[in-house]
């Protein structure tokens, strides 16, 4: 698995709605319509990550709002599996 380029980054990012590169993660608020909903948004991705078994930097809720953070700690940077699983969270 290779680390991708800022160049590479700002390509994939276009292809994804609402996600932005900060302090080298590639990150999303998304927000819901209240509590319930929050809670089984962060359980939908908490099943995703085990499945692809890549785990957000964080994820963050609030009461009507999630937040989640995607780098890959064993390169030290972004790589395409940030980006696979950032597609599919953007399914759920």
Wanted: charged share 25%; with cysteine.
């Amino acid at each position: 698995m290779n680390k991708l380029t800022e160049e590479q980054i700002a390509e994939n990012l276009v292809n994804l709605n609402g996600w932005y590169l900060e302090n080298n993660s590639i990150k999303k608020k998304f927000k819901t319509k209240g509590f319930p909903q929050t809670m089984g948004l962060v359980a939908e991705i908490g099943a995703l990550c085990q499945q692809f078994d890549h785990h957000p930097d964080y994820l963050t809720l609030k009461y009507s709002e999630v937040e989640v953070s995607f780098s890959t700690h064993s390169i030290g940077g972004i790589s395409e599996k940030d980006f696979e699983i950032a597609k599919q969270i953007d399914l759920l």
